[in-house]
């Protein structure tokens, strides 16, 4: 059995990935501030010692995984453009979208660490660099259909009650109805629009 030997650099992406999605597993299950550099090392078959060569510190294990999941999510938001180019069924489709628990998640622990971040001028710098590449992304993609607020100011709104909603539906889950927010999408496009 002819087995090839990992490269050094080959070893150390396959630590990272084992690390980065051990990571994802503890941070949406225990939270940010909840989740143990021990847990997730163990979890992952490694010590902590790998987490800080590997990523230096807790946040930056973070903020890689945070990265990820914004390509992720942009992904997801650019195939449903896709594949409904059109506004009015783009927005249909959307409000047709069941809520994913796991973004939902994703979202409360991402705002669990920007809270944290908000205290910390540096991490929170490097937070709002990963955020505006998520909004860009947004906007850039608004530009096939700006409506009266433009692309950039869409993409705004759209993370604001995106966040805004998911911390609303935590506190008061029937109160926020599942198609709130491609409703309200529907009137800032086209304020004349029918409810």
């Known amino acids: 059995m002819n087995t090839k030997r990992l490269s050094r650099p080959e070893r150390a992406a396959l630590t990272r990935r084992a690390l980065l999605d051990a990571a994802e597993q503890r941070f949406l299950s225990e939270g ?19 987490i800080f060569a590997a990523f230096e510190s807790k946040a930056g294990l973070f903020l890689e995984l945070c990265d990820e999941i914004f390509v992720k999510r942009l992904e997801q938001i650019q195939a449903l453009f896709e594949r409904f180019p059109e506004s009015d069924a783009r927005l249909a489709a959307l409000a047709a979208q069941p809520i994913d628990p796991d973004n939902e998640r994703w979202l409360l622990l991402a705002i669990e660490f920007w809270t944290q971040a908000a205290r910390n001028p540096a991490l929170l710098a490097e937070f709002a660099r ?42 008061d889950p029937d109160g926020v109805p599942p198609d709130l927010m491609a409703t309200t999408l529907v009137l800032l496009q086209d304020p004349t629009a029918s409810r």
């Open 130 to 171: 990963r955020y505006r590449r998520m909004h860009t992304g947004i906007a850039e993609l608004a530009e096939q259909d700006p409506g009266p607020l433009g692309a950039q100011s869409w993409a705004t709104v759209a993370l604001a009650l995106t966040n805004g909603l998911t911390l609303e539906r935590l506190i």
């Open 32 to 50: 940010y501030h909840a989740t143990s550099l021990e847990g997730i090392a163990a979890d992952a078959g490694y010590t902590k010692g790998a």
